[in-house]
């Protein structure tokens, strides 16, 4: 069984949510060329290696989101008639479809398929024209992003049945950037005090912290607020301190220890708190016992641009952490 990354657009998925279609190879007189069977031709050969039982990732060009994975039916030839260029055609089924398009962008800085690129920026230039309207997918990018909508449509429909009101102001927060990360495709982790409170509400954050480091680093790691890993390996990507105090020393103590392990800008480390502590978390990340963690590019984000970050994830927009 093969995995496919279908380049179609929305226009079509509109047209015809259950095929797929690829252009015909034509000769100079504009003709399309034959096999030796006398069978029309696509206009790329991995367009033949397309099988009832391979899996689909449908890729809408320009709008840069995923509507669903199908599995691939049947093969059919020129069925749909609005499609005269696209006379290749599939019928799929659906496996994973979100109720609205899922935003692909989050997923770049995981995907392998990008990493020969000498400047990721241009990512998009490896999906556009009609010899990049279908790739393969190797199963680890495959799995990353089965993984990152299966958890982005669990945690969809938990967030509209959840009820957050009782939340004490550090646990909102804390549920927040948690629900960023899953969205995000990120195993999360939530300290332990209170990862059972939200996991009422998110019940993909992990039950334990991976073991990412020596027991030491781990003890430490275990009473930092919110934790994101890699989708796949045991590998930290970022932590998070949420204080509601003028009290940031200890956050940013359990913060520069865990700096002290890794080389700078492995991890992201990032401070939450009131807009009032600002000026406190800039002056303490001044004392040389948090020279590393200031190395290390350690941020300080608002309660409201947290908020605001959630708030973007009913548009699908990624959040910046």
């Known amino acids: 069984m093969n995995k496919w990354l279908v380049v179609q657009s929305l226009k079509l998925f509109a047209q015809n949510s259950r095929l797929i279609g690829f252009e015909g190879k034509y000769k100079l007189d504009g003709s399309?060329?034959?096999?030796?069977?006398?069978?029309?031709?696509?206009?790329?050969?991995?367009?033949?290696?397309?099988?009832p039982g391979d899996m689909v990732v449908y890729y809408c060009l320009g709008d840069s989101v995923i509507t669903g994975i199908y599995e691939v039916v049947q093969s059919l030839y020129a069925k749909e008639h609005k499609w005269p260029e696209l006379p290749f055609q599939f019928s799929i089924k659906p496996v994973l479809e979100p109720e609205e398009p899922y935003d692909f962008k989050p997923l770049l800085g995981s995907l392998n398929m990008f990493d020969d690129m000498a400047d990721r920026r241009k990512w998009q230039v490896r999906?556009?024209?009609?010899?990049?309207?279908?790739?393969?997918?190797?199963?680890?990018?495959?799995?990353?992003?089965?993984?990152?909508?299966?958890?982005?449509?669990?945690?969809?429909?938990?967030?509209?049945?959840?009820?957050?009101?009782?939340?004490?102001?550090?646990?909102?927060?804390q549920h927040q950037i948690a629900e960023c990360g899953l969205r995000s495709g990120y195993r999360v982790y939530?300290?332990?005090?209170?990862?059972d409170k939200i996991k009422v509400h998110l019940p993909e954050i992990m039950d334990d912290i991976p073991k990412f480091h020596n027991d030491s680093v781990l003890d430490i790691a275990k009473g930092i607020?919110?934790?994101?890993?890699?989708?796949?390996?045991?590998?930290?990507t970022h932590a998070f301190e949420v204080e509601n105090t003028p009290v940031i020393y200890?956050?940013?103590?359990?913060?520069?220890?865990?700096?002290?392990?890794?080389?700078?800008?492995?991890?992201?480390?990032?401070?939450?708190?009131?807009?009032?502590?600002?000026?406190?978390?800039?002056?303490?990340?001044?004392?040389?016992?948090?020279?590393?963690?200031?190395?290390?590019?350690?941020?300080?984000?608002?309660?409201?641009?947290?908020?605001?970050?959630?708030?973007?994830?009913?548009?699908?927009k990624p959040p910046s952490f």
């Open 225 to 236: 607020d919110i934790l994101f890993f890699d989708d796949r390996r045991d590998v930290l």
């Open 190 to 195: 939530v300290a332990i005090n209170d990862k």
């Open 250 to 316: 200890q956050g940013l103590l359990r913060l520069n220890d865990v700096a002290q392990k890794y080389p700078i800008g492995k991890v992201k480390f990032v401070m939450v708190s009131e807009q009032s502590n600002s000026d406190r978390f800039h002056n303490e990340l001044m004392r040389p016992s948090f020279a590393r963690l200031k190395e290390s590019g350690c941020r300080f984000i608002t309660y409201r641009e947290v908020n605001e970050e959630w708030q973007q994830l009913k548009d699908k």
């Open 32 to 51: 399309l060329a034959l096999d030796r069977m006398g069978n029309p031709r696509p206009a790329f050969d991995k367009v033949s290696e397309i099988k």
């Open 127 to 173: 999906l556009w024209g009609v010899n990049n309207a279908i790739k393969s997918l190797t199963e680890y990018d495959y799995s990353i992003i089965n993984n990152a909508m299966v958890v982005s449509k669990r945690s969809g429909q938990a967030r509209e049945e959840a009820d957050l009101t009782g939340y004490s102001k550090h646990l909102l927060v």
